[in-house]
Structure formats: structure tokens, C-alpha cells
């Protein structure tokens, strides 16, 4: 079993700046492909970044350039740096950490873009 558990959302201006944390219970994280997923009321949930266990990461379209994933095993924890926010970055963000067998997620945190 695996918690996430997500910090850093909030509000912020067009233009400005964020950087979510996911701290998980267990140092078994560093195994997984680790995400950030966003969803707005109405729409599935999207990717937004992930990275692998060797540290490759892989961005949506809509923010390469704009955010960076990182992740620091010794804290067990990765990290979302976003920037040059937009207000169509506003949605739930969601931490997840997958498995062969299982993905896990956390309870998500509010990211609010105004205009």
C-alpha cells in the first residue's frame, strides 16, 4: 500500500508561478513511474508529467516547456514546477504512483489560474 499525499496547489495570477509537492509512505515509490494528472469537472483526467524510476520524463503538449517534474528519493516525494501558468491550467491536480499490478493516487489539491 501506497499514500500520496499532495501540497502546494492553490491561487495564483496568469503569468505566475507554483510548485506542487507529493510526499508517498513508502521508500517503494522510487520503483515506480511516477505522475501528475489534472482534471477539471466534466472531463476525464489527463496526464499532465510522469517520470520513470531512472528519472526520464515524458509532458502533455499543453506544458512542455512550462513545467518540470523532478522527483528526490531520498524524501520520497516528487515535485511539479510550473510556471508561466495559464488560467486552463486550473483543475484538481493528482499525484500517482504506478505499479505492474496496481496504480495508486492521491486525494489531489486545487490549482486555481485567474485571469
Known amino acids: 500500500q501506497v499514500q500520496l499525499v499532495e501540497s502546494g496547489g492553490g491561487l495564483v495570477q496568469a503569468g505566475g508561478s507554483l510548485r506542487l509537492s507529493c510526499a508517498a509512505s513508502?521508500?517503494?515509490?522510487?520503483?515506480?513511474?511516477a505522475g501528475w494528472y489534472r482534471q477539471t469537472p466534466g472531463k476525464q483526467r489527463e496526464l499532465v508529467a510522469e517520470?520513470?524510476?531512472?528519472?526520464?520524463?515524458n509532458y502533455a503538449d499543453s506544458v512542455k516547456g512550462r513545467f518540470t517534474m523532478s522527483r528526490d528519493n531520498a524524501k520520497n516525494t516528487v515535485y511539479l514546477q510550473m510556471n508561466s501558468l495559464k488560467p486552463e491550467d486550473t483543475a484538481v491536480y493528482y499525484c500517482s504512483a504506478r505499479y505492474i499490478l496496481h496504480t495508486y493516487w492521491g486525494q489531489g489539491t486545487q490549482v486555481t489560474v485567474s485571469s
Open positions: 513508502t521508500n517503494a515509490f522510487s520503483n515506480s513511474v
Open positions: 517520470i520513470s524510476a531512472g528519472g526520464t520524463t
